[in-house]
């Protein structure tokens, strides 16, 4: 019975619990001496090993394990029900066990038995950091197959490789990933061996002696320094697979003629710039040939004779421009993607598959006519016409022709009676022929062409059509479904986007009963017809946006199965009647003209995701935000509670709107970091991250990387540096989230340049993976970003193959990203780095605005598509939602998200002079005073919306959910010295700032307090009865940071990572000092030092925290809940201080209950009162006590806020 063993771990894994054959607590004693006491402890017996705790009743604790194959179970005379059991070999251990009961002493010896008596034939000791094999494995000759890869072993000592021979059955050995530098020639002494794995480990050289190995059948040299063979290996009769990629072989060895059984040549990512096929017909026992990423140059045959043996040739990512294989008369399969080739010629006696997508081919010859091809894609190429042997292939399944400069499809194509999928979309077709007779096509995606219209027969005539794409066309009307009333449509994805279709096409998809996806967005439709809808029974996602409705027919409820309604940007005012759809999951009903909603008295437990931003007239009732909920993600307006003059005084010359769509997976795995104003100028601050199919990284990247920026621009001012340092330190905070899990990520900093504050605003941008940045300048897209994937980037494929990294056929770094450069994935480096492009853009006037956007987004829109969509659309959010529609509509399934910053940049717009720099370091001060605006006494009961001020609502996983328990993610170095802060400026464009908060972003709007640092998404939800404390909600006392207006509402604040700062010293405007005196006068007269929240609106974000420094917040029992864990009963504990704090985010559990409460409030007990004669001594006094916790100063309090009748001052002593 063949099992598998692990040894060497701490604890048993999880898996194992399944494979648990016995355990109990039982006496145990280690060993035959007797010194050795008795002790209780949990004794497990899990698959060939015995697991003993060392603690009692619990497994957290060290695991002794005791392998048990090969050794022996005794029963033990001396004590009554006593087994002794032991391992194998001269360093074998002993466990007595003593069990209470019989029955349990022969349950143990039985199992042990059969345990001991079994033959271990397959070992796996891979990624354990060894560097020697376990001494007693050697005493079993039954092992046949064992995996050392990842780890680092050694030649010398007990159980170094030299030791290996003493396996007398060993049939398989893996060695891979070992860092051995040579090949270990004792291996060439296990004759036994069938297959052996070497690579990665920089050898350069193979032994003459691999020529003992007369059985070997697979020889894995991948990876490797490799530039030749010895001869002695020809005489491997046995060996079929030879792997040979990723070395350095400028040639095709002459040696692989003698190994007649090797039927593939595996030699991708080597230097062989030359392929004569005439050697290739030398070596007639090769079928297979990977030739990929070579630096190929030419393929030539010098005779004619023909290469009969060769059935498959991937070329791929080569330097080839032309490429004759004519000669190859039995070629089936052809991979000659990302080539420079402008002609292809071909033999089609036998061809079954060509893919020869990227290239620059304006044509393409193959003889005779390929009567076996059944796949052929040609997209990304130069064709102006289609060879007319395409129309005469019998087999044709599947033609790709998109990107080409294609004007015309021939009839005989369309009419084809084996084509049943046609992609011709992005070219220049201004017309689609006449269908002659019923046809087999399934699929037919034709957009992004000049169509004006369809054939008339399109739906009678293609039965079987299931798919049909023709967005961004110029359609006006669409062909009916049928001649009669009956329909026979089988269409069950229809995309209209992009059109000039009216409400007309409504009376013509009555007939597509089988619809199940539509998307008729961006077209001229006044309305939809009532009574079609409704014959849409089987619709399960409809998107009606960007068109002129006014509303959505109340008969959508009679489609049952409709989950996605997306109908932003219209003018709808009435909400539709989709909250009783049984199977509703996301609505999106933005940028509408809403004014309330009517719903029924319980939701669908389905809604996940009800989106109402940008109603401005929208007023919601407590009522409805309860039902409300416990919805996952719910997007509301919050209403703005500035001024006027705030909003003069916080205008900046930039707002900004995003969109996020998850498309068709069920989480979404990217998310944004906006924040409009930055740090202590007018600055801002942009980023998206993409963790394509992981959610956990971009959720931390968005918590904590503006925290890291802010923490290193103290440190250097110079743009490589700190955005350098700012990727680097965010990836190593990443803590174990970051081990195998990664993201891509981009970071736009707007600012002025040190030397010249007074200047022009500067751009600097940073990114890692395949997030991308283009600039609006002067109506033309400029890319200020570099896409940092193996196909897109020569230089990065040519570091990882010096690196000699296996990159797969899919061009992904060991199979799994197909980026060189990723924040996370630490265990691909050094294949995969998170050091940035960095790139700085000086700003003018003519730029109008910065699109930012994730690989998804830009595969289906180009870069100039997206400058001319945002241009047509003034608000940045509803511009974002639009990028968002189209990429969808074009086809796009993956998670997309799109930021849009509009810029205002005029030269002229300052008038203030940049005041004498001081030498305080840019960053949070050590005292702060608190600041909090409350709703007036004219706010409404109900919470209102404006335009541009949003927040995001996460009732499930919530991104300050995540973040509280992170904490700031600032690098952890102190260095001794850094440049001093960046000058402030003083005018109504660039105020004085008093705080800096945390922002979520949303669209434009109205300004905020100046110096507010934001972050999205600020997660705000409304509560029910009970809050997560077991507190109801209407007895509790009021918390800052929580709008009441009376009713049962609770919004969560976002009070996390930030390096908060604010201006100590006396305020220098009455507005800043109406603000302190606000934030400090509370009863009795105590000034508690505790975060204050600031509900405000600015450019679509309305919740704020400030507070003290981030050193003396982790020390704060007041804000601790900042950096520990929250318990149930709202208290906190905090973490170790070598706890990575991105770790305790991980840990933190999701929320059920739909909302949480603000921070717990401090114990008045906790203050001390210093009088104003004792604070300079109390501070010498707190300063010697304490050495190791830094002791913020006392705050500066204003002689105008001091009160006479109360000399004594309390602060917080929470941080000492």
């Not at 939701?603 to 409805?624: F, Y």
């Not at 940049?914 to 919470?943: H, K, M, N, W």
Request: with cysteine; proline share 6%.
């Amino acid at each position: 019975m063949n099992s598998l063993i692990r040894v060497n771990k701490p604890k048993p894994q999880e898996n194992q619990q399944e494979r648990t054959l016995l355990k109990g607590v039982f006496s145990v004693r280690k060993g035959k001496s007797q010194l050795h006491k008795w002790a209780e402890r949990q004794v497990i017996l899990c698959g060939t090993c015995l697991i003993v705790a060392s603690v009692k009743d619990s497994l957290t604790g060290k695991m002794h394990i005791l392998p048990l194959v090969g050794g022996k179970v005794e029963e033990v005379k001396r004590r009554q029900h006593c087994l002794m059991f032991s391992s194998a070999g001269s360093q074998a251990q002993t466990y007595f066990v003593n069990f209470d009961t019989l029955a349990d002493y022969q349950r143990w010896h039985r199992q042990a038995s059969k345990v001991v008596s079994q033959t271990v034939s397959l070992v796996d000791l891979s990624c354990y950091s060894l560097e020697a094999v376990p001494e007693y494995l050697f005493y079993s000759q039954d092992i046949t197959h064992l995996n050392l890869r990842h780890n680092f072993m050694s030649l010398q000592g007990p159980g170094g490789l030299l030791n290996l021979p003493r396996f007398s059955q060993l049939k398989s050995l893996n060695l891979c990933h070992n860092r051995l530098g040579v090949f270990p020639e004792c291996v060439c002494e296990i004759l036994t061996l069938t297959e052996l794995n070497l690579s990665c480990n920089s050898l350069q050289t193979v032994p003459v002696q691999i020529g003992n190995l007369q059985s070997l059948q697979t020889l894995s040299l991948d990876g490797n320094h490799l530039s030749s063979l010895p001869e002695e290996l020809g005489g491997l009769s046995q060996l079929n697979s030879l792997g040979l990629s990723f070395n350095n072989f400028c040639h095709i060895p002459d040696v692989l003629e003698r190994l007649s059984a090797v039927d593939k040549l595996a030699m991708a990512g080597n230097r062989v710039e030359s392929l004569e096929l005439g050697s290739l017909a030398k070596m007639s026992h090769l079928k297979n040939i990977d030739l990929r990423l070579n630096g190929l140059r030419w393929v030539k045959s010098d005779n004619l004779e023909a290469v009969s043996q060769v059935t498959q040739l991937d070329l791929r990512d080569n330097c080839l421009d032309s490429l004759d294989l004519s000669s190859i008369s039995n070629l089936e399969t052809l991979h000659c993607q990302r080539n420079q080739m402008g002609t292809l010629t071909l033999s089609g006696f036998t061809l079954r598959m060509l893919h020869a997508s990227s290239n620059r081919l304006t044509t393409v010859n193959i003889y005779p006519v390929p009567n076996q091809l059944t796949h052929m894609d040609l997209s990304q190429n130069l064709l102006d016409y289609l060879p007319d042997w395409v129309c005469d292939c019998r087999k044709i399944e599947m033609l790709d022709l998109t990107h080409n400069l294609l004007s015309e499809l021939p009839s005989r194509l369309l009419n084809s009676l084996s084509l049943r999928k046609l992609l011709a979309g992005n070219n220049r077709l201004q017309r689609v022929p006449d269908l002659l007779d019923h046809i087999p096509l399934e699929a037919l995606d034709l957009q992004h062409n000049k169509l004006a219209e369809l054939p008339e027969s399109l739906f009678y005539k293609a039965l079987n059509l299931k798919y049909l794409n023709v967005s961004a066309n110029a359609l006006e009307s669409i062909p009916p479904s049928s001649l009669s009333e009956e329909s026979l449509s089988t269409l069950q994805e229809l995309y209209l986007t992009g059109n000039s279709l009216n409400e007309n096409c409504g009376a013509l998809l009555v007939g597509h009963q089988n619809l199940r996806v539509l998307h008729i967005a961006y077209n001229q439709l006044l309305s939809f017809p009532a009574s079609k809808l409704s014959k849409l029974e089987q619709l399960e996602e409809l998107n009606l946006s960007g068109n002129k409705l006014k509303t959505i027919p109340s008969t959508v409820s009679s489609c049952k199965r409709l989950h996605t309604l997306i109908a932003h940007s219209n003018h709808i005012t009435v909400f539709p009647e989709i909250l009783s759809l049984p199977e509703i999951k996301l609505v999106d009903l933005s940028c509408n003209e809403l004014t309330e909603i009517q719903l029924p008295d319980s939701l669908p437990a389905t809604l996940q995701e009800l989106d109402l931003t940008g109603n401005s007239s929208l007023m919601l009732e407590h009522k409805t935000l309860n039902l409300f909920s416990h919805i996952t993600t719910l997007k509301l307006d919050q209403k703005s509670t500035m001024t006027a003059g705030d909003s003069l005084s916080a205008s900046t010359p930039w707002n900004h709107g995003y969109s996020e769509m998850s498309g068709q997976r069920n989480k979404l795995c990217v998310s944004v970091l906006a924040v409009d104003r930055f740090g202590d100028s007018v600055e801002a601050c942009y980023g998206i991250f993409d963790g394509d199919r992981n959610e956990e990284v971009p959720r931390l990247l968005q918590c904590t990387m503006g925290d890291v920026l802010c923490e290193e621009l103290q440190h250097s001012s110079v743009d490589n540096v700190y955005m350098c340092n700012t990727f680097i330190t965010s990836h190593r905070k990443l803590g174990m989230a970051g081990q195998k899990l990664g993201a891509s990520a981009l970071l736009c900093y707007i600012h002025h340049e040190p030397s010249d504050p007074g200047g022009i605003f500067s751009l600097t941008v940073a990114n890692v993976g395949t997030c991308q940045a283009v600039l609006c300048r002067d109506g033309r897209p400029v890319a200020l970003s570099k896409v940092y994937s193996l196909e897109n980037c020569t230089e990065e494929m040519e570091r990882v193959k010096l690196c000699k990294a296996i990159i797969t056929e899919d061009n992904k770094v060991s199979g799994v990203t197909c980026c060189s450069r990723l924040l996370g994935c630490s265990y691909l480096s050094p294949w995969v780095l998170p050091k940035p492009w960095v790139h700085t853009e000086p700003l003018c006037s003519q730029d109008e605005f910065l699109i930012l956007g994730n690989r998804a987004l830009f595969e289906r829109v180009s870069y100039q598509e997206a400058v001319c969509t945002v241009q047509t659309v003034r608000d940045p959010r509803a511009a974002a939602k639009k990028l968002c529609s189209l990429a969808q509509s074009y086809g796009c399934k993956d998670n997309i998200e799109a930021v849009v910053v509009s810029l205002n940049i005029s030269e002229d717009s300052c008038t203030c002079e940049p005041p004498v720099p001081t030498a305080e370091p840019r960053g949070p001060p050590t005292a702060v005073v608190p600041v909090s605006v409350t709703p007036g006494p004219t706010d409404p009961a109900t919470l209102s919306s404006s335009s541009g001020i949003v927040s995001e609502f996460n009732s499930e996983t919530s991104a300050s959910e995540v973040g509280s328990e992170a904490g700031s993610t600032a690098s952890d170095e102190h260095p001794s010295s850094g440049p001093a802060s960046r000058p402030e400026r003083r005018c109504s464009l660039h105020p004085a700032t008093t705080l800096c908060g945390i922002m979520v972003p949303g669209s434009a709007g109205a300004g905020t307090h100046p110096g507010l640092f934001q972050r999205q998404p600020s997660s705000a939800t409304f509560s029910s009865n009970q809050s997560d404390n077991g507190l109801d909600s209407d007895d509790e006392a009021p918390l800052e940071g929580v709008i009441s207006n009376g009713s049962k509402l609770e919004v969560e604040v976002d009070i996390h990572c930030c390096a908060f700062q604010l201006r100590s010293g006396a305020p220098d405007s009455p507005k800043d000092l109406d603000l302190e005196k606000r934030g400090s006068d509370y009863p009795n007269g105590k000034m508690r030092r505790q975060n204050s929240v600031v509900v405000s609106a600015t450019n679509g974000c309305l919740l704020a925290v400030c507070g003290r420094e981030i050193a003396d917040l982790k020390k704060s029992p007041s804000t601790s809940s900042l950096f520990g864990k929250k318990l149930s009963n709202g208290s906190v504990v905090a973490p170790e201080d070598s706890h990575n704090l991105i770790e305790v985010a991980l840990e933190a559990p999701k929320k059920k209950s739909g909302y949480f409460t603000a921070p717990a409030q401090q114990d008045p007990e906790d203050q001390l009162i210093v009088p104003p004669s004792l604070e300079q001594e109390v501070r010498e006094q707190l300063r010697g006590q304490n050495t190791l916790v830094s002791v913020p100063p006392l705050p500066s309090i204003p002689p105008s806020l001091k009160d006479p009748n109360k000399p004594d001052l309390k602060w917080d002593t929470s941080c000492v």
